[in-house]
């Protein structure tokens, strides 16, 4: 297995298209991928790890060779699994305003600011399900991870920690946690 895994990590140091972008040029990155999200904090005992599909679109110009600046715009679903066949189903239009530090030819690190604008809270059970409207509108995270582009495919894995709080009032504070793994094509324009 790790002789496989080294010959992947050389065959794709071997390419010699580079996807990163001359100064002061934008693109545009549809993307796909999946959430492992959780809610975490205060009354979570039981909560675990919920597997859910995210996807929409990030632009970015490139300030310099070294730096581009991103924004975007993903539809997400997220939540948590729970004890006893439960499950809250949150859908979230995503925000991610980024700063992209390129450390090597093609391979950026990110950090940034992200609010998240609820679009539905469900809680799901047993084959139904009702709303859940202790929601706040909208919270913020901070999302911090790392990508690697080649022949302008664009491999994304960020982790999304949350800082405000997702219900209102006194029950605590229970907020996300997202791992995103994600692919997307690079379009320069």
Known sequence: MKKILLLAVVMLASLNASAQQDEGTWSITPKVGFNLANIVGDHTDGYSMKFALFGGAEAMYQVTPMIGLSGGLLFSAQGAEMDGDASVALTNLNIPIMA????AENLALKVGLQPDFNLSAKMKYNGGSSDITSTQTVVLDIPFGISYEFSSIVLDARYNLGLSKIFKGEGGSQRNS????????KIPF
């Open 178 to 185: 997202v791992f995103q793994i994600s692919v997307g094509y």
């Open 100 to 103: 992209n530090f390129y450390v």
